[in-house]
């Protein structure tokens, strides 16, 4: 139901915009955000975005990242810039909804190359 794209490679320094899409949604999503998981680590949280608009970034992102959410289309997108080798992992969008229930994306890979 979620549709993330956007990913794809890029040299240090560049940027990308990843976008997440939901399909077949009826419920209005309470958060929505992206984590990240890098080979040989843990899922890790990128940015989140409530319903009335509070955002939390990762310390590691701050100053690089935006994210922002589109509430009548149900989308949340993250334009990363002055990326970093380190920033070099498979990127998940989710939605939460009432009753605690997540909703995931597929994942799509961000490669920075140095």
């Known amino acids: 139901q979620l549709q993330a794209s956007g990913g794809g490679l890029v040299q240090a320094g560049g940027s990308l915009r990843l976008s997440c899409a939901a399909s077949?949604?009826?419920?209005?999503?309470?958060?929505m955000g992206w984590y990240r998981q890098a080979p040989g680590k843990q899922r890790e949280l990128v940015a989140r975005?409530?319903?009335?608009?509070?955002?939390n970034y990762a310390d590691s992102v701050k100053d690089r990242f935006t994210i922002s959410r589109d509430n009548a289309k149900n989308t949340v997108s993250l334009q990363m810039n002055s990326l970093d080798p380190e920033d070099t992992a498979t990127y998940f969008c989710?939605?939460?909804?009432?009753?605690?229930?997540?909703?995931w994306g597929q994942g799509t890979q961000v490669t920075v190359s140095s």
């Open positions: 989710y939605m939460t909804r009432s009753g605690g229930y997540i909703y």
């Open positions: 077949g949604v009826i419920f209005s999503p309470i958060g």
């Open positions: 975005i409530t319903s009335g608009g509070s955002i």
